[in-house]
């Protein structure tokens, strides 16, 4: 059906101005952590809350209510885990994925690479981006846990107090 009528339209209208204000305050009280780039648990929060949103604004099976309660149990929750993770380190290991080495002093890890899932031609264009021509100046290249690649220059890897963890093969959060 191409329109129902304008009182429909006004009511979506105002629905997604209330819910949409709503949940840029949320947001904004759970902090940064909320839209940081996400990993994996922050990409299933996001989507839950993109789907909540659409439920509101355009079916009438859920009030502004429920979706304010739904909001706001998402973003306490985001913040639980957040706190719990900090604080116990099993539990981040967990929910969050750990960063990994995928270039080591100019060479490539190829069986990191491939439990990634990340091609060779990806890290190269890495490299690239930075700015640099050469694989074999590139101390390492580093999958982060939010799927970005980081670039170091100027092999020895070992030199880098950043790398120490990975190269040990220590958590990240640890040191």
Same mark, same amino acid.
């Given at each position: ?10 009511t979506i209208a105002l629905t997604t101005l209330v ?29 839950? =809350? ?26 306490? =929750?985001?913040? +639980? ?6 604080? +116990? ?54 999958l982060e846990t939010d799927g970005s690649l980081s ?24 040191s």
């Amino acid at each position: 059906m191409w329109f129902d009528s304008w009182q429909d339209i006004g009511t979506i209208a105002l629905t997604t101005l209330v819910i949409y204000l709503a949940l840029i305050f949320i947001l904004q009280i759970a902090g940064k952590r909320s839209i940081a780039k996400l990993n994996i648990f922050d990409l299933v929060v996001t989507v839950a =809350l993109g789907s909540i949103l659409a439920s509101v604004m355009l079916t009438g099976s859920l009030s502004i209510a429920d979706g304010l309660a739904a909001f706001i149990s998402l973003a306490f =929750l985001q913040w +639980l885990v957040a706190y719990v993770s900090v604080r +116990l380190g099993w539990f981040k290991q967990v929910i969050r994925s750990d960063a990994r080495l995928l270039l080591l002093d100019g060479e490539f890890l190829r069986d990191e690479m491939k439990a990634e899932r990340v091609t060779q031609d990806e890290v190269v264009a890495a490299v690239r981006k930075e700015g640099h021509g050469r694989i074999e100046d590139i101390a390492a290249v580093v999958l982060e846990t939010d799927g970005s690649l980081s670039v170091i220059v100027d092999p020895p890897a070992a030199q880098y107090s950043a790398l120490r963890p990975l190269l040990k093969g220590d958590d990240l959060s640890e040191s």
